[in-house]
């Protein structure tokens, strides 16, 4: 399979990810999706950890390139090939970088919203959501504003916006395979 490059390109391997997640829970049951302890996490717990990490990108993505330019200042440095970010992101995980060492990130601090019921389905139609919306938004940015913008990432410093979007799509197909295994699938 090519690695991403352009929007569109980026855009289909989010839809790619994002099905294969949906695929790998909505046959779950209950007891496979919260199966996890204090060791490991559940398909649930990876769930809520995509989305705590997806949501902040689709709500940046769906404002202009300039206020991200505004905030952040303009990329000092072209944006690296899907392969580079992978890499050094990879890099950082073999020097010990973690979730836990970014609480904001952990399954913990997903917050439900008041009234839910069904915290799977809910789960999963915000996850939906969340991707649906971050696709939708990439598709609205023009290419060259994609290496113009920058933001700060937590374990890899100020990334361009491709970066980012590279950087979510590696990210979750991380953990598309730690939801198989968890759920016994993969």
């Known amino acids: ?54 949501k902040p990108v689709a709500r940046i993505m769906s404002q202009p ?23 050094d992101y990879q890099a950082r995980l073999a020097e ?26 809910h789960l999963i139609e915000a996850w939906r959501d969340a991707n649906q919306r971050l696709i939708e938004a990439v598709g609205r940015w023009p290419e060259e504003e994609l290496d113009r913008g920058q933001l700060p990432h937590p374990a890899l ?3 361009t916006m491709r970066e980012m979007l590279f950087f979510t799509v590696i990210h979750n197909r991380l953990h598309a395979g730690d939801i198989e295994r968890a759920l016994g699938r993969g």
Not at 4 to 22: K, N, T
Not at 65 to 87: C, K, M, N
């Open 157 to 159: 410093g100020m990334v």
């Open 1 to 54: 399979m090519p690695l991403p490059y352009s929007a569109s390109e980026i855009m289909d391997d989010l839809r790619g990810v994002q099905q294969r997640v949906l695929d790998a829970l909505l046959p779950a049951s209950a007891e496979q999706f919260n199966r996890g302890d204090a060791t490991a996490w559940s398909a649930g717990d990876y769930l809520k950890h995509l989305l705590i990490s997806v």
């Open 96 to 121: 010990g970088a973690r979730a836990e060492d970014f609480p904001n990130v952990l399954p913990q601090s997903y917050r439900f919203p008041e009234g839910v019921q069904d915290q799977q389905a």
């Open 65 to 87: 390139g300039h206020a991200l330019i505004t905030s952040f200042g303009a990329a000092d440095h072209p944006s690296r090939s899907y392969d580079q970010v992978e890499w």
